[in-house]
């Protein structure tokens, strides 16, 4: 599938304007990565990528990752999010 909008190839500007990152991680959950610091932090742009790709959620801030209601949100949203949770919710099953 095409790309859509490449965070990659934009501004640190823009990279952190939270309306042209929704817009990217909706096309392309992995676009992620390239999203500012701050809006990695972002519960929902980080759900709206998960949404769209679960390993998306490997470039989550790592503190977002560690909470578990997160985590179980975004497994909801995505099952193969599970994957790359790094909190150990395999073992509840």
């Not at 817009?23 to 809006?39: D, I, P, R, T």
Request: with cysteine; glycine share 8%; net charge negative.
């Amino acid at each position: 599938g095409h790309n859509g909008f490449a965070l990659e190839y934009v501004s640190e500007d823009l990279r952190a304007d939270r309306e042209v990152v929704l817009e990217a991680v909706k096309q392309n959950g992995c676009a992620l990565e390239f999203a500012s610091e701050g809006l990695r932090a972002n519960k929902e742009i980080v759900l709206e990528a998960v949404m769209q790709d679960g390993s998306a959620l490997e470039h989550a801030r790592e503190g977002l990752c560690a909470e578990r209601e997160f985590v179980l949100e975004a497994v909801r949203k995505n099952g193969s999010a599970l994957e790359y949770a790094t909190l150990d919710l395999q073992a509840d099953k």
